[in-house]
């Protein structure tokens, strides 16, 4: 409890520094923000109305006055309009994120399900043939950019074999699909091969010798004792990759015209769309710090030998 | 265990070493042949990579262009290897001075302790905090296009794991007795760190960097291929695989050509960084 | 025995790959022509419907969202132009200009919008006067003094005189819609074929049809419009059957659709792909780069090669369907030899052999700033680079969604390589307007000719129609004598439909799409 508390109370400072540093950002960009709003809505700015429209933004006020602001129109919601397209960027983020979330759902189930039965088979046939073949695809998979992965699974899935839609409109298995492949497949290349090394160091234990001595058949030593033991290992491991996949989606979203923030971060990118970028560094940043506490505190109940060990976080 | 098992395991041992030392002399091979590539870019290509003849847009694979051209007429083939070096140059060059950032400051910061080190581990944590790609790709926003600009977005999200990595390695070796035998000997703290401290955390952090290269060739390559990496007509593979797209279906070779050699480098690093990581730690 | 194991199993895998690199799926159609309901359904794939593209919403009134509002068969204009770029009756029947300052215009009876309210010269009036307030360029394009409305007549009074008042009435920001509907979400009611349900900005649009449709039985029970903007997922799209037409593809995916499966439907327009040069650049305002710019672009290879030939080479302002247009005109034409010479004898010369010309210690850099939204205009910029290259020029290239805010500043730029619509509503005035004149908001490169402010004052003042076209030409000759515009082509449309869709033409205005006509067999 002493514990949860501690960390609670250090995700304060985190989360100041996350939503200072996306305002910094946003006003690192420059004064030309304003000026190149009312450029994007086709007006022939002067001097004059510059000051005034900083003016009426607070621009002209200390920045850390700004900040302050900021923070507390954040608090209500209130993250300003798109530069683009004028709506409420609160709106435009909170009615993307969920395809986002899907996704990465989506795709952390399809990992699991690849790599921990892959990852145990390698282990078992530790150097023989099957854990070479898997090895070998593993190795593939981890050497491919997922871009590049996208556009082979766009051609093979979708027009040779026609398995799958193109592009995704409704949040359903066989829109996510494509996808969710694309991403699984890089990160299965990577869990894979963690699963197989903790399955290996759990075989490789005394306890499982004295199984052995003892009679107990091997699959049921592996299904009760190793698949259980390395289970915390691998879901610790996929909620550490929450960060990654956060990210990672940004491109395959972009590619496959699914509807998520990452596609909308994308596209605010390419049109200077700074407010849009700002809430999306910055959700992301929040989303990812509070999965990974969660993670962490989680991991403490399931793991009772790790509660033992102290509150260190080194 | 018998003392005949124990000699087999350490002949084991000892064949996997040899195995080991072998596969480092072969993959580094491979890697300095790489390098190379990058290097003397403009030495090896047989035609001009910016060079464009219209008259020879989209020439499929011949002897005179092994790799096909592009709609420009450009040879691919050339553009390719003069890629390698805004995709591979640029890429050592990023893991080095992340490396070298890294480890200088986990190494101060663990070796000084105290606030400065709260304060430092403070800031790495923070930048951990960011999912790693939503932050270079604000950075890059903010920075806009070019080779060096996303170098610079990439370089601010991965020092501190380098600097985490020489932390708890120079932690581990403050208290270590040869470290403690030169304190006694009156050594000023820089000449612990030099002659004690980095030569022994030397092996962690080129294990990290070795299995960094082949990630950040890709995510240097993802960067480009959203258009926030280097800018046409600069040849590098992930804006010339993004420019290409469109090809896949009808020109397949001016996309599969730098989707290839990103592919055969990032293995090449990969199986570099295994290797490297095996040598230095058998186990 | 494990190298054995290592090879078989690598073996294996390498066959494995190779077998689904190989595989090839029985050609699955997918059925998504009739619905199990018996409603007929139709899919539009659309590279530019998106606030980028400043069409956030399909709000006729609001920057150029008009154009999704024509486009998909949601509203209809006053008049409508012709294949001929001629003004033909639609909503209204017919207009007469009483005097110089006077048009009389009388709206079709029978006419409704969408949710049955019927359109008479009051609801035309309410429709025109929001407008004029709240659109950022009709206010000044049309000058409206007064509106008067009686029955089906209007009566319109501009402060000014507008000879070309009836075809800016037919720019798309000009579709009638009931102001009284409102516009909530982006939607507004038209008395088009289809009547919008669902708009998601950049994301899609979902209609149905038009029960009241006044003209004729819209065929298709329901449209999704689908916002893609990548080109080659649109190809993609189209290919696996997501969508049953393409609008903006990637012309490197062309030949992929080039069988019985598809047909192509492509028109000449006037969206000219040209280049804007800025004054305030001291090495621009030099005659003999401007010209030498003008002679060193291989217009016919960047159309013909760079465009697969989906383009036509450009000489002034107008393609040559319009009677002011195309040859009528004489400009530059690609030679780098006399391109050599011009910039030799101004003085430009290669003193330090690194291939780049200089004069006077500055050296012949140019910084060419474009975007990438249009896919004609990176192509242009690269191939531009590398033929002006060779004459001694250093082309900078800058390609960049952010290009608005680098030609808004004086300084920042030498070159501008745009796209833009030179004669959208059939009167070749629009172009000059915008983007010749001292006050124009498009002369980003502060361009100024006496003539030009001599021969604008002239149209101006000019009604007839081939008095106007002589006008124009002459404009356009002295744009290019000067050199201040090159014109490097015009945009060939094409949408490209499945076999089995019928009705859906381009159209040289790159204003109309869905009609009534539409349907899929």
Sequence with gaps: MKYTIKRILQLIPILFAITFLSFAMMRLAGSDVVEQKMLNTGQVVSDAQLEAAKAELGLDKPFLVQYVTWLNDLLHGDMGVSFVSGMDVFDTFTSKLPATLFLTATSIILTIIISIPLGIISAVYKNRFWDYFIRFFSFIGNSMPNFFVSLVLMYLLGIKLRLFPIISREMCFEGVAMPTITLAIAMSAKYLRQVRTTVLDELGKDYIMGAKARGVKFSTTLWKSVLRESLVTIITLLALSIGSLLGGTAIVESIFMWDGVGKMAVDAINMRDYPIIQAYVMWMAIIYVTVNLVTDLSYRLLDPRIRLEGTGND | MTSENRQVSVRNLKIKKCNTKIRLIVFSIFAIGLIAVALFADSLCPYDPYAQDLSQSYQGLSAAHIMGTDAYGRDMFSRVIVGARASILSTLALVFIIALVGTAVGTVSGYIGGKVDAVVMRISDFFLAFPGLVFALAVAALLGGGVLNAIIALAVISWPKYARVARSQTLSLKVSSFVQAAVLAGDNPPQIIFRHILPNIFGPILVTAMLDIGTMTMELAGLSFLGLGAQPPIAEWGSMMSNGRSMLQTYPWVVLSPGLAIFISVVIFNLLGDTVRDYFDPK | ?521
């Excluded at chain 3, 409508?80 to 017919?94: C, F, I, Q, R, Y």
């Excluded at chain 3, 060193?296 to 960047?302: A, C, M, Q, T, V």
């Design chain 3, 1 to 521: 025995m494990t190298r054995m194991k290592k090879a078989v199993a690598f073996a294996l895998a390498m066959v494995l790959t190779m077998a689904t690199l190989t595989a090839c799926g029985g050609s699955k159609e997918k059925a998504n022509e009739a619905a199990a309901d018996g409603k007929k359904t139709f899919t539009f794939g659309d590279t530019t419907f998106n606030a980028e593209n400043e069409e956030a919403t399909i709000d006729p009134h609001e920057a150029y969202c008009g154009w999704a509002c024509i486009r998909y068969g949601v509203g209809e204009t006053l008049f409508k132009l012709n294949d001929n770029m001629e003004l033909e009756p639609w909503v209204a029947e017919s207009f007469e200009n009483v005097d110089e300052l006077t048009w009389k215009v009388v709206i079709k009876e029978g006419v409704t919008f969408s949710n049955g309210k019927a359109v008479d010269a009051a609801a035309v009036k309410a429709c025109i006067e929001d407008l004029v307030a709240v659109h950022e360029r009709a206010a000044g394009d049309l000058a409206i003094d007064t509106i008067e409305a009686d029955g089906q007549t209007l009566t319109i009074k501009t402060q000014t005189p507008k000879p070309t008042l009836m075809n800016y009435l037919s720019d798309p920001y000009g579709c009638i819609i009931d102001v009284e509907a409102g516009n909530e979400g982006g939607i507004v009611v038209g008395t088009g074929p289809y009547v919008a349900t669902e708009l998601v900005t950049s994301d899609h649009l979902n209609l149905v049809k038009n029960d009241n449709y006044w003209n004729g039985e819209p065929k298709i029970d329901e449209i999704s419009v689908i916002t893609i903007t990548d080109g080659d997922t649109l190809a993609l799209a189209l290919q696996n059957g997501d969508i049953d037409a393409a609008y903006g593809m990637a012309y490197a995916n062309y030949p992929v659709f080039e069988n019985d499966d598809y047909v192509f439907t492509g028109t000449p327009t006037s969206r000219a792909f040209y280049c804007q040069m800025n004054y305030n650049s001291p090495v621009i305002k030099d005659d003999a780069v401007r010209k030498a710019l003008a002679m060193g672009i291989d217009k016919e290879g960047f159309v013909n090669t760079l465009l697969n030939g989906n383009g036509y080479v450009g000489v002034g302002a107008f393609p040559d369907n319009f009677s002011f247009g195309g040859d009528v005109v004489t400009t530059e034409t690609y030679d780098p030899e006399n391109a050599k010479k011009v910039l030799e004898d101004a003085g430009w010369k290669d003193t330090d052999g690194d291939g780049i010309r200089e004069k006077g210690g500055q050296k012949l850099t140019i910084r060419w700033i474009s975007y990438s939204s249009r896919q004609e205009l990176p192509l242009l910029a690269e191939s531009a680079q590398a033929t002006l290259k060779d004459i001694g020029f250093d082309i900078q290239l800058n390609v960049t969604a952010d290009h608005g805010t680098i030609v808004s500043e004086k300084d920042g730029w030498d070159v501008y390589a745009a796209a833009f619509v030179t004669c959208g509503i059939g009167d070749p005035m629009y172009f000059f307007t915008t983007h010749c004149l001292d006050d124009s908001s498009k002369n980003r490169g502060g361009y100024h000719s006496d003539e030009m402010q001599t021969l604008a004052e002239e149209m101006n003042n000019t009604f007839d129609p081939e008095e106007r076209s002589d006008i124009a030409i002459k404009m356009q000759q002295q744009i290019l004598d000067d050199n201040a515009f090159i014109f490097c082509s015009f945009l060939r449309m094409s949408i490209i439909t499945k076999s089995n869709v019928t009705g859906l033409k381009a159209h040289p205005s790159d204003y109309y799409e869905f009609t009534a006509d539409l349907d899929i067999q």
